[in-house]
C-alpha cells in the first residue's frame, strides 16, 4: 500500500454511516438485515471498506462479494453519508451500484472484475482476501431475502446436522412408540 492509499485507508477505516449516536446504529441494522452475528458484521464492514479502497485505487473496475454487496446495498440507503462525503470526500468520484443484467455477456464481465478484484486485494493489502468473504468465485445470484419473524433459515452447511438430529429423534421415538406397544400389548395379551 503506498502512502496515498494508506491516508485514504485510514479515513475509510474511521468512517461509519450515520449517526454514531443513534439508538440503532449502523451496525445494528446490518445484523437484523442479514442475521449475521456481530463480529461477522464487524469484518463484513471492515471489507466494505477494503473494497472502497480498491474502488478508488486500484485502476480497474471492482465487484464485491456477496457479504460486501450486502454492506454496500444498506449503506446505499444512507444517502447524505453516501453522496455527500463518501463519495466526494474519501473516495473522489460517484460509485454507482448497478446491478447486472443478466445477459451472458455482463456476467462474464463481471466474473472478470471479480478476478481482477481479488488479485488487487492481495497486491495492495499484501494478503490474500479471506475466503469467508470473498469466496473464489462470485455468487451465483440465488439469494433472496427472508422475513426472520416468519421463516425459519437453516444455513446449508448446517443440514446435514439438522437431518441427522432428526433421523434420531424420529429413530428414538419409533423405539419408544415400539417398546410402549410391547409393554401395553404384553399386558393385556400376557
Known amino acids: 500500500m503506498d502512502d496515498l492509499q494508506g491516508q485514504r485507508w ?4 474511521a468512517m ?17 438485515q ?27 473496475p471492482v465487484s464485491p462479494s456477496p457479504a460486501v454487496d450486502e454492506v454496500w446495498h444498506l449503506h446505499l ?13 474519501l473516495l473522489g468520484f460517484d460509485l454507482h451500484h448497478e ?14 472484475w471479480y478476478a481482477t478484484t481479488l488479485d488487487s486485494y492481495q497486491r495492495i493489502f499484501g494478503i490474500a ?9 462470485p455468487s451465483s ?13 437453516l444455513p446449508r452447511r448446517a443440514w446435514g446436522a439438522a437431518i441427522v438430529a432428526t433421523g434420531v429423534a424420529l429413530l428414538a421415538l419409533l423405539i ?10 404384553g399386558r393385556t395379551h400376557g
Open 77 to 89: 440507503l444512507y444517502t447524505r453519508h453516501y453522496w455527500d462525503l463518501l463519495c466526494p470526500d
Open 10 to 13: 485510514d479515513k475509510l477505516r
Open 129 to 137: 482476501p479471506p475466503a469467508e468473504f470473498w469466496p473464489a468465485k
Open 34 to 60: 442479514t442475521g449475521w452475528p456481530r463480529l461477522f458484521a464487524q469484518a463484513a464492514f471492515d471489507e466494505y471498506r477494503k473494497f472502497l479502497l480498491l474502488a478508488a485505487t486500484a485502476g480497474h
Open 16 to 32: 461509519t454511516p450515520g449517526d454514531a449516536n443513534a439508538l440503532v446504529t449502523f451496525e445494528d441494522k446490518l445484523i437484523r
Open 176 to 185: 419408544a412408540l415400539v417398546w410402549m406397544w410391547i409393554l401395553l400389548y
Open 99 to 112: 446491478p447486472a443484467t443478466g445477459a451472458a455477456a455482463d456476467r462474464d464481465k463481471l466474473n472478470d
Open 141 to 153: 445470484g440465488q439469494f433472496i431475502r427472508v422475513d426472520a419473524e416468519r421463516s425459519v433459515v
